[in-house]
Nanobody
Framework: QLQLVESGGGLVQPGGSLRLSCAASGISLDRYGIGWFRQAPGKEREGVSC????????NYADSVKGRFTISRDNAKNTVFLQMNSLKPEDTAIYYCARVLYRCSAYTASPIIGSWGQGTQVTVSS
């Protein structure tokens, strides 16, 4: 099955920033809402943010509102997650996926396809 490829993770100090990318080849992402999810060690995967196919609607988890910004460049077939003011509790593997439902319900939505490898984000001093 088609998988999306996440990149941009790394080790950053608290208060720092990272920009994650989500890309696909062989399929156009502009038909799909795209969600970012994360899974910390010992915890369940949780929704972080979602952007509609057109980009005119976005949703965020309360824990990241005001710090993270989701965007997309359909011409480049890529979705981004700009993460600012990072905290140690943001440490997790971050995944992107096509969501079946509207972004307003992305945390409960099945994904289309399978999970990719994700990208590790570690926030530590």
């Amino acid at each position: 099955q088609l998988q999306l490829v996440e990149s941009g993770g790394g080790l950053v100090q608290p208060g720092g920033s990272l920009r994650l990318s989500c890309a696909a080849s062989g399929i156009s992402l502009d038909r799909y809402g795209i969600g970012w999810f994360r899974q910390a060690p010992g915890k369940e995967r949780e929704g972080v943010s979602c952007i509609s196919s057109s980009g005119d609607s976005t949703n965020y988890a309360d824990s990241v509102k005001g710090r993270f910004t989701i965007s997309r460049d359909n011409a480049k077939n890529t979705v981004f997650l700009q993460m600012n003011s990072l905290k140690p509790e943001d440490t997790a593997i971050y995944y992107c996926a096509r969501v079946l439902y509207r972004c307003s319900a992305y945390t409960a939505s099945p994904i289309i396809g399978s999970w990719g490898q994700g990208t590790q984000v570690t926030v530590s001093s």
